[in-house]
């Protein structure tokens, strides 16, 4: 009788084990799903970043160095408008817009001259865009003024995700 009673404990024992086990194997395949899951997100975020798969504009390092000082001056204008429309300055606003990304004989020129149709499609939809926000702030809508705004902004992320210098 004591022997069998030591038996099932023994076997007791062996259940209990085996289904800690169980339990033990369960937490780490979660715990590695998790893992595989990070994983490839950051697999992915990488394979973004590594194909860069946006049209080359092949400019020559002093055509580059131009167009990249116009672009900072561009994102300064922006700056600068969002600025004046949060003091309800809308005058000063629209000026900028106007003379600083406004479709001028300057920036028609530069965007013509990178002998690619759909980068001077863009470059001047945007500028002729930001006349049209001129425009539009001048009404002193503050609400119609930066959906005007984000109109002309996203001629900026549209041709960011196309060109690259
Ligand atoms: C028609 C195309 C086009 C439009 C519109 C455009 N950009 Fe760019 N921008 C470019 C290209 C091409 C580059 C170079 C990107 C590269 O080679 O990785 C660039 C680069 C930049 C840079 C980087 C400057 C530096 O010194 O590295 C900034 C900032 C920038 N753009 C701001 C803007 C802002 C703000 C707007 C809109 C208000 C805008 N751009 C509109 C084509 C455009």
């Known amino acids: 009788m004591e022997k069998i009673k030591s038996i099932i404990f023994i076997l007791l024992i062996i259940v209990g084990f085996f289904l800690a086990g169980c339990n033990s194997s369960e937490t780490e395949k979660h715990t590695q799903s998790v893992v595989t899951e990070n994983h490839s997100e950051m697999k992915m975020m990488h394979n973004h970043m590594v194909n860069d798969d946006r ?3 092949h400019l020559s390092q002093k055509k580059a160095q131009h167009q990249l000082m116009n672009m900072r001056n561009h994102l300064k204008a922006v ?3 969002i600025d004046y429309l949060a003091k309800n300055n809308f005058d000063s606003a629209s000026m900028v817009a106007s003379s600083k990304l406004g479709l001028t004989n300057e920036m028609k020129m530069m965007c013509s001259s ?4 759909e980068f001077e499609r863009l ?3 945007f500028h002729k865009s930001a006349d049209r926000m001129s425009e539009i702030i001048k009404t002193k809508d503050k609400t119609k003024s930066f959906e005007a705004l984000s109109s002309t902004l996203n001629y900026c992320v549209t041709c960011h995700s ?4």
């Open 79 to 81: 700056q600068s408008i």
């Open 55 to 57: 049209i080359s504009l």
């Open 114 to 117: 990178f002998g690619n149709k």
């Open 123 to 125: 470059g001047l939809g």
């Open 162 to 165: 196309t060109f690259k210098q």
